[in-house]
C-alpha cells in the first residue's frame, strides 16, 4: 500500500499560538518512507514545536496531518506511539528511579498485572537493544546516575523497542561522543534503509551532511525551504536559517595575560579524575578539551563546590581557598555555567526575567527589596545582547526554546561579572548565527582581566577561542598545549584513551 512516491506523513498549513503570539505559519511538509529529513534553523525558529505537533505533545491551532494519505488527529503522545510517531525530546524525560529496562517498556506494558509483566524477557530484550546500539549500559540499573549521554542511548533504544515509523530526534547528537554518534548515525541508516523516516534536528551542519537526504530550513516559524541536502551549500543553508550574512568570528585578539587567578595543585577525586594541576591566568582563556566522560564535568563542579575533591589544593589570586560548596564559590568571585542546564541551571516555573537576575540579588536590590526596574533592566540588556528570543521577559522560562533557556543561563552568570568564569559547553545547542556573538562576549571578558576556563568538545571552537588547550583524557590531564601549537589532531591524540580498559584508571 506504501508506494514510494507517497509521503509517510504529509503536513498542511500547521500553525500554532502560543497565547495569541505565532510561533508557527502554515508549514506544509511532506515526508517520505526511507529518508532522514533535517529540520534546521535558529534557536527559536519553531523546530522542536513542530515535532512535538507531530509526535501528539501539542494540538496545531491550524492545518492537518494525513499518514498514508489518511487524515490523522494526533491527540496525545500515546496516539502518536500508536501511530508509530516517536519523539526522542530534547531534554531526556525519563523515569529516573526506574531502570534502564523499565523505561524502555514504559507505556508499552498496557497495563499488565504485575506478576504477569515478564521481566526477564524485558530485562534480555533491553541488553539485546543495547548491544544493537553498541553501547555497555547495565539495563537494571536506574536511570540516575547514568550520563547524559548514556540517557540519550536510552531514549533511543526506546524508539527502536517500539517500532516507530517516524522517528524524530531532537538534537540527539549534542551530549555524544564522536565515537557515539558514529554508531547513532550507523543506526539511522539502517533504520531507514528499513524504510523508516527520520527526523534529525540538529544545528551542527556537518552531521546534517553527513547524514539526510533532505533538509528542510525553518525561520521565524516559517517553512523557507525544503531540499536535496546535495543541492545546498553550508552557506546556502545559513543564509536560508538566518536571512543575512554570518558575522565572522575574529580569533581572540592577545589580551594581556596577568597574574594566575585560578590554580589547581593534584586535584583528585578517585573514580573521577586525578592529580590535575593546571593555572588559569587573569586574561586569559584556557580551554579544556577531551571526550565526553573524560571528566571534565567533574573538574568544573569540584572547583565549584558542588562535588568537592578529595585531596589537592585550590587557588584563587594567590590565596589558597576552601571550596565546599557554591556559595563557597561565588564568594570567591567564580562563577559556572553548568552542562546540563535542564537540571542544574533554569528555574523552569520562575520568569525569564528572574532567570536571569537570580545570581545578583545584591545589584538589583540596593535596598531592602528587589527593584522591579533594575531586574527589568538587566534582564532586557541580556535579553538583546545575546538576542534571546521571547514573548514577554514576565513568561516562564520553560516556555523558551531549547537553545533560548541556555542563552538566559549564560546570560545570568555573565551579569555577575565574575572574576573567573568556567564554562561547561556553553555554545551547546546555541544556532551558528548567535555563535559568534558569543565569542566575541567571552573575548571581552577575557581582555577585560578575566580568567577563563572553557570545556568545548567543539574543537574549532577551542582552537577559536583559546590561549591554551588542556586535554583530558579518563580523569587525567595528557596535553598542555599553547595556542600556537594547537591542531585538531593534536587534541583529538590527545583525548583519546590510551588504555583499552573502560572507564577511569584507579
Ligand atoms: N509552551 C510554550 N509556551 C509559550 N511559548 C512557547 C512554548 N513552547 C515554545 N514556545 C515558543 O515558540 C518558539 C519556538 O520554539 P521551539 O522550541 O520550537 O524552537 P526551536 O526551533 O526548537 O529552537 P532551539 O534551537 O533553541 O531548540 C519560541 O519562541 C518559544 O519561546
Ligand atoms: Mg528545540
Not at 543575512?244 to 595543585?265: D, F, N
Not at 545570581?359 to 527589568?376: Q, V
Not at 595556542?483 to 585538531?488: D, K, L, N
Request: aromatic content about 4%; some cysteine; charged content about 20%.
Amino acid at each position: 500500500m506504501t508506494n514510494p512516491e507517497t509521503a509517510l506523513l504529509s503536513a498542511r498549513g500547521i500553525s500554532k499560538q502560543f497565547a495569541g503570539i505565532e510561533v508557527l505559519s502554515d508549514v506544509d511538509l511532506d515526508l517520505m518512507p526511507g529518508e532522514i529529513h533535517a529540520l534546521v534553523g535558529e534557536n527559536g525558529a519553531g523546530k522542536s514545536t513542530f515535532a512535538k505537533i507531530l509526535a501528539g505533545v501539542y494540538r496545531p491551532t491550524r492545518g492537518s496531518l494525513s499518514l498514508n494519505d489518511q487524515h490523522v488527529d494526533i491527540t496525545s503522545p500515546i496516539v502518536a506511539q500508536k501511530l508509530g510517531v516517536t519523539l526522542i525530546h530534547q531534554e531526556p524525560i525519563s523515569f529516573p528511579d526506574l531502570s534502564v529496562a523499565e523505561n524502555l517498556v514504559l507505556g508499552r506494558l498496557n497495563s499488565a498485572p504485575l506478576a504477569r509483566i515478564p521481566w526477564q524477557k524485558i530485562t534480555r530484550d533491553a541488553q539485546a537493544l543495547m548491544a544493537l546500539l553498541g553501547v555497555s549500559i547495565d539495563v537494571t540499573k536506574p536511570m540516575r546516575g547514568l550520563s547524559i549521554a548514556d540517557q540519550q542511548m536510552v531514549e533511543i533504544a526506546r524508539s527502536l523497542a517500539s517500532n516507530s515509523r517516524l522517528i524524530i530526534m531532537d538534537e540527539p547528537t549534542a551530549p555524544l561522543t564522536p565515537k557515539e554518534v558514529a554508531t547513532l548515525f550507523v543506526i539511522a541508516r539502517r533504520l531507514r534503509d528499513e524504510g523508516r523516516t527520520i527526523i534529525f534536528i540538529s544545528h551542527r551542519l556537518e552531521e546534517v551532511r553527513a547524514l539526510c537526504d533532505r533538509v528542510t530550513v525553518f525561520r521565524d516559524g516559517h517553512k523557507v525551504a525544503t531540499e536535496r541536502t546535495a543541492n545546498l551549500s553550508d552557506s546556502d543553508i545559513i543564509r536560508l536559517m538566518i536571512g543575512r550574512p554570518l558575522k565572522e568570528y575574529m580569533h581572540k585578539q592577545g589580551s594581556i595575560i596577568g597574574e594566575v587567578a585560578l590554580k589547581l595543585t593534584n586535584l583528585t577525586l578517585p573514580g573521577k579524575f586525578h592529580d590535575i594541576s593546571l593555572a588559569v591566568k587573569k586574561g586569559e582563556i584556557v580551554g579544556l578539551g577531551g571526550l565526553v566522560g573524560a571528566g571534565r564535568t567533574d573538574v568544573a563542579q569540584a572547583i565549584f563546590g558542588i562535588a568537592p575533591a578529595a585531596s589537592g589544593a585550590i587557588e584563587v589570586n594567590g590565596k589558597l581557598v576552601k571550596i565546599n560548596s557554591p556559595t563557597d564559590a561565588i564568594a570567591h568571585g567564580l562563577a559556572f555555567v553548568p552542562e546540563d542546564r535542564a537540571q542544574s541551571g533554569i528555574f523552569r516555573t520562575l520568569a525569564v526575567e528572574q532567570n536571569i537576575t537570580a545570581a545578583i540579588a545584591k545589584r538589583i536590590a540596593p535596598a531592602m527589596f528587589i527593584s522591579r526596574f533594575l531586574e527589568r533592566r538587566f534582564a532586557q540588556d541580556s535579553v538583546a545582547k545575546l538576542r534571546i528570543r521571547l514573548a514577554s521577559l514576565r513568561q516562564p522560562i520553560g516556555e523558551l526554546s531549547g537553545g533560548n533557556q541556555q542563552k538566559a543561563i549564560l546570560a545570568r552568570w555573565l551579569l555577575t561579572d565574575p572574576s573567573i568564569l568556567i564554562l561547561d559547553e556553553p555554545t551547546r545547542g546555541i544556532d551558528i548565527g548567535v555563535k559568534a556573538e558569543f565569542y566575541d562576549m567571552i573575548g571581552e571578558l577575557a581582555a577585560g582581566g578575566r580568567a577563563i576556563l572553557l570545556i568545548s568538545s567543539e574543537l574549532p571552537e577551542l582552537l577559536a577561542l583559546c590561549d591554551r588547550v588542556l586535554v583530558m583524557s579518563e580523569g587525567r590531564l595528557t596535553a598542555d598545549i599553547p595556542r600556537r601549537e594547537a591542531t585538531q589532531e593534536l587534541i583529538m591524540q590527545a583525548a583519546v584513551p590510551r588504555s583499552t580498559h573502560q572507564g577511569v584508571a584507579a
